[in-house]
């Protein structure tokens, strides 16, 4: 066996293979450019190898993730030149047409690797939030990626704004939704720095903590999973975590039963090896 | 084949039986007393039946769904006298040692009962709101039900309060969650008289449907269904439909894809019998 692997993020695609005993065995990492520039470079690297059985694609998004729809496998929407409306998954297929595809968006492939092979390793549901220049949430529950209509948008769910927190928000669709309140371009508007030039005992935390706890408890009402995990750059600030975790347990006021909070609410185990795993990982799957 | 089901809510239990083929042929319904007394007659009515090859138990909740629990099974919290941390799957296994059994929430049955017969019929995934004296929800996903450490309790999400709205909220834990603010109580309380007696064009109902829009939009962004079923008392309120759309596409401001939302935020098809259809489909499906 030998799958084939694709986290296309915005800023770069992550490419790897393996042959599902020996972790990722080869991988290489290009700049995100137009589709003219990046897919045959792309296509370069893969036909090295003389057969994939299969090869995941986790890519940005919004991305049309429905097998019903007729625009199934494209990109719907987004600022990134020549991406828009780009049926990448169609492209690949068209290149390697005896090949098996799994296609979902780079976070969930993140939530299905840490749920796989690291900090929600042994269980069967989680939540993965990356926390960055925006928010995103994959979700795996019975030991699969969730699918409605389509993939969720965890990361522009409305929350609450603080009485105090004038700031009106960067979500260019909700102003003050989740990611336009607590992704690190808000937390520099607001505070005038970069959070990671912010000191740990700064103010700015506390708020970014009772956001993202807001968003926990709404996670854990609606999708109860058995762990939440966070990545991303906002998350590296570890001083995070136990506020997080106390203004989850005000916020949810023992209203519903959770594991211990130290194991419920982590940080991400597989760093930025997150997605590429997961979309490894849901390759094999699909032989 | 024969199966039974239970609906097991806070006023009454409505109990039934089918062959699979020919609909609900059984059914009664008694009031919820105590398990001391409540229990005997229902063993009193399913003894009747020869033999019972599943039953369904759908319960009010908060209930341990979890099967790694020690207390999976029991109802967790209720004010309701006798039933608190009552093993309400271990009395009915008890009784019928050699019966499969199907245990979940009483609306995660409602949300399965509409997926497979009623306003959902045909497709993988919905979620089944019920506004009522309470506000509760059931999730679908991928043709089952949403099981993670426990079930969703998606009636109690924290939601936006609008300024001009200065009622405190019912909810005994979070004051002016989703069902603090919405339910049927808090529309008596905030106007000073009962829902079903205001008039269709008071204001109410737009608080009411933008309230529940808020919660489409969480729930869209967060589980992407296919369908968002309505149940329940206040949603008897026809006028409220067309207000709810409106609002939800206001809100979401076009960042995700929705089916026609005529087709998608939807009044529930089977009526009070969602609860009961769906819980003996899921007894049908433990064989």
């Not at 796989?116 to 269980?123: I, N, P, T």
Request: aromatic share 8%; with cysteine.
């Amino acid at each position: 066996m030998l799958v084939g692997g694709i986290e296309a993020g915005g800023t770069k695609f992550v490419c790897a293979v393996t042959d599902g005993k020996n972790g990722i065995q080869e991988r290489i990492s290009m700049p995100t450019e137009t589709p003219e520039q990046t897919m045959p470079r792309l296509f370069e690297y893969f036909d090295q190898f003389d057969h994939l059985d299969a090869i995941g694609l986790a890519s940005f998004g919004p991305i049309d993730v429905n097998p019903k729809s007729k625009t199934y496998g494209s990109i719907i929407d987004t600022p990134k030149a020549g991406w828009e409306h780009y049926d990448i998954l169609g492209a690949m297929k068209a290149h390697y047409p005896d090949t098996q595809f799994a296609f979902t968006t780079d976070v969930n492939a993140a939530a299905y690797g840490e749920l796989k092979m690291g900090a929600a390793d042994g269980l069967d549901s989680c939540v993965y939030l990356t926390v960055g220049t925006g928010i995103g949430g994959g979700v795996v529950e019975h030991s699969q990626i969730l699918q409605g209509y389509s993939h969720p948008e965890i990361g522009h769910m409305l929350i609450r704004q603080q009485p105090e927190d004038s700031y009106e928000g960067t979500c260019p669709y909700h102003h003050n939704c989740l990611e336009g309140l607590a992704a690190g371009p808000a937390i520099e508007r607001r505070w005038g720095k970069k959070g990671h030039l912010l000191p740990a005992d700064h103010q700015a935390w506390q708020m970014e903590a009772d956001y993202l706890a807001q968003a926990c408890v709404n996670i854990a009402l609606m999708l109860s999973p058995e762990r939440i995990v966070f990545g991303g750059g906002v998350s590296k600030q570890a001083q995070l975590f136990p506020m997080i975790r106390e203004s989850f347990k005000r916020q949810m006021a023992g209203y519903v039963q959770t594991p211990d909070l130290d194991d419920y609410i982590v940080h991400v185990a597989l760093g930025d090896d997150a997605g590429i795993t997961g979309v490894l990982l849901l390759a094999a799957d699909q032989l």
